[in-house]
């Protein structure tokens, strides 16, 4: 079982950066491929973005290429989700999700999520 914990969410100026960490315990976290997923209110949950066990693989989704980067560190079980000029579009609950899946795009395959953390992005 894993568990996974989001944080560095909050308020930003269109823009601006933001650095979201998602720390993982309860699993062996070099096993899983890491997703990103968010969440606008009134709207679908939509795929950000995944970082492959070792750090390969990364596919983005269209909206946010150039602007969004994945990397994580086994090491400290962690994976972040670096957001550069951020827009108010970009205003969601972001959440991490972890996969035993090579490359998994679909929130199906992903069995552990997290509890998501608020990016707010001010015009």
């Known amino acids: 079982q894993v568990q996974l914990v989001e944080s560095g969410g909050g308020l930003v100026q269109a823009g601006g950066s933001l650095r979201l960490s998602c720390a993982a315990s309860?699993?062996?976290?070099?096993?899983?491929?890491m997703g990103w997923f968010r969440q606008a209110p009134g709207k679908e949950r939509e795929f950000v973005g995944r970082i492959g066990r070792s750090g390969g693989f990364q596919r983005y989704a269209d909206f946010v290429k150039g602007r969004f980067t994945i990397s994580r560190d086994n090491a400290k079980n962690t994976v972040y989700l670096q957001m550069n000029s951020l827009k108010p579009e970009d205003t969601a609950v972001y959440y991490c999700a972890a996969s035993l899946n090579l490359v998994p795009d679909s929130a199906r395959v992903y069995a552990y999520w997290g509890q998501g953390t608020q990016v707010t992005v001010s015009s």
């Open positions: 309860g699993g062996t976290f070099s096993s899983y491929a």
